[in-house]
T-cell receptor
Framework: DVKVTQSSRYLVKRTGEKVFLECVQDMDHENMFWYRQDPGLGLRLIYFSYDVKMKEKGDIPEGYSVSREKKERFSLILESASTNQTSMYLC????????????FGDGTRLSIL | GQNIDQPTEMTATEGAIVQINCTYQTSGFNGLFWYQQHAGEAPTFLSYNVLDGLEEKGRFSSFLSRSKGYSYLLLKELQMKDSASYLCAVMDSNYQLIWGAGTKLIIKP
């Protein structure tokens, strides 16, 4: 079974802090994704990566950056946290190929005070 | 623009059958996924349809009509543990997933 592990289930930070969310997958997947999920809006793609050191902007990249130094690890960085970044953050990975499902981590519920 | 529509909330009775609809308008089509998400948990994969027709997996079935831009998830013999949100997602021509907002299914005894 694919295992996607996010470093924290719950996190509370202050406005202006730099926040790191870590995600590790154990199945050698090329593709990794960061989403945020807010009530009534569904999953929105922040950034994704198809390979080490490669990153692509998703639909809502503003205020975020990412890092993929190793294939198994994809980090999401909030450069200067703001209250509107309070949300559930979900990391996913996928084996390349049509019809392959995304596998999700348990999510990080981030509160910015 | 790209759009996925599904009902916000549905209620059904334990032991009954429920159908959750999903309509989509996307730039290209490379398949449609259904996921289940219990409150506070990660989405888990249920089904994938890329050709028209019905795919059955135990109590759950998923149907696709590409010409109509329409899919449904059918849940039979409902159990209390089926109370969850059900997410519809379409893979577009760039192989990106476009997600619906999800349907919250409430099961009553």
């Amino acid at each position: 079974d694919v295992k996607v592990t996010q470093s924290s289930r719950y996190l509370v930070k202050r406005t202006g802090e730099k926040v790191f969310l870590e995600c590790v997958q154990d199945m050698d997947h090329e593709n990794m994704f960061w989403y945020r999920q807010d009530p009534g809006l569904g999953l929105r793609l922040i950034y994704f990566s198809y390979d080490v050191k490669m990153k692509e902007k998703g639909d809502i990249p503003e205020g975020y950056s990412v890092s993929r130094e190793k294939k198994e690890r994809f980090s999401l960085i909030l450069e200067s946290a703001s209250t509107n970044q309070t949300s559930m953050y979900l990391c996913a990975s996928i084996q390349a190929g049509l019809g392959q499902p995304q596998h999700f981590g348990d999510g990080t519920r981030l509160s910015i005070l | 623009g790209q759009n996925i529509d599904q009902p916000t909330e549905m209620t059904a009775t334990e032991g009954a059958i429920v159908q959750i609809n999903c309509t989509y308008q996307t730039s290209g089509f490379n398949g449609l996924f259904w996921y289940q998400q219990h409150a506070g948990e990660a989405p888990t994969f249920l089904s994938y349809n890329v050709l028209d027709g019905l795919e059955e997996k135990g109590r759950f079935s998923s149907f696709l009509s590409r010409s109509k831009g329409y899919s449904y998830l059918l849940l039979k013999e409902l159990q209390m543990k089926d109370s969850a949100s059900y997410l519809c997602a379409v893979m577009d021509s760039n192989y990106q997933l476009i997600w619906g907002a999800g349907t919250k299914l409430i099961i009553k005894p």
